[in-house]
């Protein structure tokens, strides 16, 4: 019996998911355009872009609230508009005071929006019925690359950067309203949790989208510690408790994974330029490389995750991701072959951490009376570590050098093979009968 509601939703997801990156990637190419018209030295451009990062962070943590509270198809409903709007403040911005100011208000509307559609998209996943959510932020990273291609167009025909933020504000405030129709019907994920299965139970998390014998394994596994976990999951949610360890741990394997990303992401082409003596347009193919890997990756991911499971498939990643940064820190030494073998490797690490991320949202659901506060809390975790890694490895190299610097990425790729797994067992492991009875039929 196919679920028309929720291949719907799954199309209206899609649609946030590759809007927001849309979105999220004319304003990043537009960067430099914009630092033109206002005169701005790369430090206050950075400063700029901080701000966007740091409002983000705090508006993330109210946007779990909201979820938990007001819904997450309503708080994605009003996110997508606002996020495009909130583009109006840089666009307009006539002075370097201004332009900071709407970085903070842009931010903060970049913080509400990927918490709702991230929270949104857990639900639809359980719904559907098997894993989906590593697509959706593969469509993320195909609406950046669009992205660039629509600035790169309209500053290339003539548009100045303001006519072509403000154009871009209005048009995609609009095109937010179009997916906002197939999301899914929904009420407080409280009252939902509370509901019985008659009367339509929230299922619980994408993480224990898994088969039936590998469920049972881990919940046997892992028996113990759900109990010693209990209290804390209660109070959850509740919504007055501490925050569960098993979520923390889950937190800083995403945190791991993140700084990983942003090593790869902020300093594949300088290592090749640097390290690996690159020419300067040969240099900037180790970020593209790694890029594509990563898009076709969570395309891709899906699949593998249904197949192997969560927790193996975020344990392969980990191995995977540190390979390909063995073959990184290894390049150096590969004589002629140092670059090819520098872009194989950040194609293991593209392949790797392609799949951390959907992941780690995908078990935030398995306890649905707080998935929002907690996806707000593994996207801080997540966007802090995007945010300090490549600053990290940064100082790291100048302290001793950048192929020293890289291999901490490689270790946290470790890292999250190894406490990963763990952290996904114990989650499925809290996923209540009640949730599991009211499952509904697959769709495909």
Avoid: K
Avoid at 51 to 62: F, N, P
Avoid at 68 to 89: E, F, K, V
Avoid at 303 to 315: D, E, N, P, S, V
Avoid at 411 to 423: K, N
């Amino acid at each position: 019996m196919f679920d028309s509601v929720a291949r719907r939703a799954r199309v209206g997801v899609f649609g946030y998911f590759g809007l927001c990156g849309l979105n999220v990637g004319i304003w990043a190419a537009s960067l430099p355009a914009l630092a033109d018209r206002l005169d701005l030295s790369p430090g206050r451009t950075g400063t700029a872009l901080l701000l966007v990062s740091l409002s983000a962070l705090v508006s993330m943590q109210a946007a779990g609230r909201l979820a938990d509270r007001w819904s997450s198809r309503r708080l994605t409903w009003a996110a997508g508009p606002l996020h495009a709007l909130l583009l109006l403040g840089p666009a307009l911005a006539g002075s370097y005071s201004a332009l900071l100011a709407g970085a903070v208000v842009f931010g903060l509307g970049f913080g509400l929006l990927e918490v709702g559609m991230n929270a949104h998209a857990v639900e639809v996943e359980v719904r559907y019925g098997r894993p989906i959510m590593s697509a959706f932020h593969g469509m993320w990273s195909l609406g950046g690359a669009v992205g660039g291609v629509v600035t790169s167009a309209g500053l290339g025909g003539g548009l100045g950067v303001q006519t072509l933020l403000v154009g871009t504000a209005f048009t995609m405030a609009a095109l937010f309203l179009l997916p906002a129709r197939l999301l899914l019907p929904g009420r407080p994920a409280r009252e939902a949790a509370d509901a019985s299965p008659e009367t339509g139970a929230s299922p619980a998390a994408g993480a224990s989208l898994e088969t039936g014998a590998s469920r049972e394994t881990a919940a046997s596994r892992v028996a113990g510690a759900s109990a010693e976990t209990g209290a804390s999951a209660a109070a959850a949610r509740t919504g007055r408790g501490r925050v569960p360890t098993v979520i923390l741990l889950l937190g800083v394997v995403m945190l791991a994974g993140a700084i990983c990303e942003g090593g790869a992401m902020d300093w594949a082409a300088m290592h090749a330029r640097r390290v690996l003596g690159a020419s300067a347009d040969l240099a900037p193919l180790s970020f593209t490389v790694y890029s594509v890997a990563m898009t076709t990756m969570r395309l891709l991911g899906d699949r593998l995750r249904g197949r192997l499971g969560a927790g193996r498939t975020l344990r392969l990643a980990g191995a995977v991701a540190a390979g390909g940064y063995a073959l990184v820190l290894l390049a150096p030494s590969a004589g002629g072959a140092a670059l090819g073998c520098a872009w194989a490797g950040w194609i293991l690490v593209g392949i790797g951490l392609a799949t951390v991320v959907p992941v780690g949202f995908s078990s935030a659901g398995a306890d649905p009376a707080s998935a929002g506060r907690t996806i707000a809390l593994l996207t801080s975790f997540t966007y802090g570590g995007l945010l300090a890694g490549p600053a990290i490895i940064g100082h790291l190299a100048e302290a001793t050098s950048l192929r020293t610097a890289l291999a901490l990425p490689g270790v946290l790729a470790v890292f999250v093979a190894i406490a990963g797994p763990p952290a996904i067992a114990i989650l499925a492991a809290r996923r209540t009968p009640a949730a599991d009875s009211a499952a509904p039929a697959r769709a495909s």
